[in-house]
């Protein structure tokens, strides 16, 4: 288009001056035609030009396909994703579908296409709406019936404020470890992972709270974000408001599910049936969309992205130095290594509910059950008793022998050395699957007669486990049948050939 300076001259030229177009033409060095058109031209308002569509004959039959595909793709990490060749090919080999599109063609409208949709993955809610396959997360306490007392156990709650439905699950601490095992235990049961979460500032997650709004993050909730691929958000400091869904639905969860108190003997138990109990609260109304909860749950789990080919393992490692009788500490409970790492450096594993002892090579020395409550150490003998069988004179002298139980100190002090080896090594073999309590009672009943061997112990320990208890002493019969009398010598010898014997 032409100057608007050019356009006034030509007009002025033509129509003001009454000169031809030609003339006009060849003075300003434009074609003739362009001088007829602006000369001529009535209309000069801005034109509300829209870009007309260009039919697409070849992509038009699979445009459907393709965008399932790229929607299905922006759910995985890019390197899991279809690339442009890939789609091309999967699209000539269908054979349903007879495409004869080019490489060129699919790349263009992938390209195109891509762009399209994460524009409106970007624009498709102002940042206050609730979102499909956006949730919260954030803890609750309600009390519990436990071993004949009432304790107060933490549940973690994961809630999406678009459908209204929730996740529950309840754990002994609202440590880091349990935290994140929450949030496996979700997922996997999801089958799939939450675009966005929001969190309060959890200790758990947050290390320290920087200016601007950033977070200093742990290190191990930043891997596992990073696992799982998901964005997190956190509240301002005393904005509870801003995640103000899911601690509503902590207070549901408490009013409806664990007041009054419930009984808890197996932990894992409770969980697995509030797995059931959670899908079922989700045929009722949603509270101000009308709708059923589960069918708009469908919506949330349709927008998940995909789990990662690899579970996360949630077990962290970490260098702890022994103390001078064999015990680490993790967090305020102290755990047995083995006595040759007493005074020095020793790999643990650190599961929610497990403390494993390692090797440098990562193998598993001894296995503890995460102690929480008022417990405060946890002993596995086999490791000490395993090395002290092949020192026995130097028993007496170690720092764990006064930790044993009274009767096998004194057993083992009665025991001669070949003895006292055989006893450790007994006992080393029985504590690899088998408490303390029980072998102690093998020997209890073995020496109730006399020094057993480590054979009777034995004995008697596999008659408790295997549950036929002890065997009594067999009673011979007080009365001995009477029997003749032997007579030995030469009168026999005599008497034998008196009455015709045969020697033959």
């Known amino acids: 288009m032409l100057q608007v300076t050019e356009i006034n001259y030509i007009r002025q030229e033509v129509n003001g001056k009454g000169y031809s177009y030609s003339d ?7 074609d003739v035609r362009t001088v007829k058109k602006y000369a001529d031209l009535e209309e000069f308002q801005p034109e509300n030009k829209r870009k007309k569509s260009q039919p697409a004959p070849v992509m038009d039959p699979v445009k459907d396909i393709v965008d399932q595909w790229l929607k299905e793709d922006m759910k995985k990490k890019k390197k899991y994703r279809r690339t442009a060749k890939r789609i091309w090919q999967l699209l000539v080999n269908h054979e349903e579908l ?27 809610a102002i940042p206050l709406e609730s979102r499909a396959g956006d949730a919260q997360v954030d803890f609750g306490e309600a009390p519990f ?43 996997n049961y999801l089958e799939g992972v939450p675009k966005r979460i929001r969190f309060d500032n959890l200790s758990p997650a947050v290390k320290k709270i920087l200016p601007q709004g950033k977070r200093e993050l742990t290190e191990g909730f930043e891997r596992f974000a990073l696992h799982y691929g998901f964005e997190y958000e956190f509240c301002n400091p005393g904005a509870g408001n801003e995640k ?28 697995h049936r509030l797995w059931e109990e959670a899908e079922n609260d989700r045929y009722r109304m949603h509270y101000e969309k009308k709708q059923e909860i589960a069918k708009l749950f469908v919506e949330d789990r349709e927008a998940l992205f995909y789990l990662p ?43 929610y509910n497990r403390i494993d002892i390692l090797t440098d090579q990562y193998e598993v020395i001894v296995s503890h059950e995460r102690l929480y409550g008022k417990e405060s150490k946890s002993m596995i003998w086999h490791p000490y008793l395993s090395l002290m069988a092949k020192r026995p004179t130097a028993l007496k002298y170690t720092t764990f022998y006064n930790q044993l139980p009274d009767s ?34 093998a020997l209890e009943i073995a020496s109730e007669r006399c020094h057993p061997s480590s054979e009777a112990i034995k004995q008697v320990f596999h008659q408790l486990i295997h549950g036929r208890g002890q065997r009594q002493t067999l009673k011979l019969k007080s009365a001995v049948p009477a029997m003749p009398i032997a007579e030995r010598g030469m009168k026999q010898y005599d008497a034998f050939f008196t009455l015709g014997g045969d020697l033959k």
Not at 251 to 264: A, H, I, Q, T
């Open 24 to 30: 006009v033409a060849r003075r300003t060095n434009k």
């Open 98 to 124: 007879d495409f004869k599109g080019s490489d060129r063609t699919v790349r263009a409208y992938v390209s195109k296409r891509k762009k399209e949709l994460l524009e409106e993955s970007e624009n498709a």
């Open 145 to 187: 019936k436990r071993n004949g007392k009432v304790v107060d156990l933490p549940y973690l709650v994961m809630s999406f404020p678009y459908s209204n439905a929730f996740f529950v699950q309840v754990f002994e601490s609202q440590n880091q470890d349990c935290f994140l095992e929450g949030l496996k235990r979700f997922f």
């Open 244 to 271: 103000g869904h899911v601690e509503a639905m902590v207070k549901y969860v408490r009013n409806n599910f664990f007041l009054p108190e419930r009984s808890v003997y197996q932990l894992e138990e409770l969980n």
């Open 309 to 351: 080919p690899k579970e996360y393992t949630g077990r962290r490692i970490e260098t702890l130095k022994a103390d001078k009788y064999g015990y680490v500490l993790v967090g305020s409970k102290r755990y047995s290594t083995s006595p040759r790492y007493a005074n020095n450096r020793v790999l643990v594993g650190i599961h």
């Open 408 to 441: 096998w100190q004194k057993y083992l002090h009665d025991c001669t050395v070949e003895e006292k080896k055989k006893a450790l090594l007994l006992l080393s073999t029985l504590l690899k699957s088998n408490r303390l309590e029980k072998a102690t009672e």
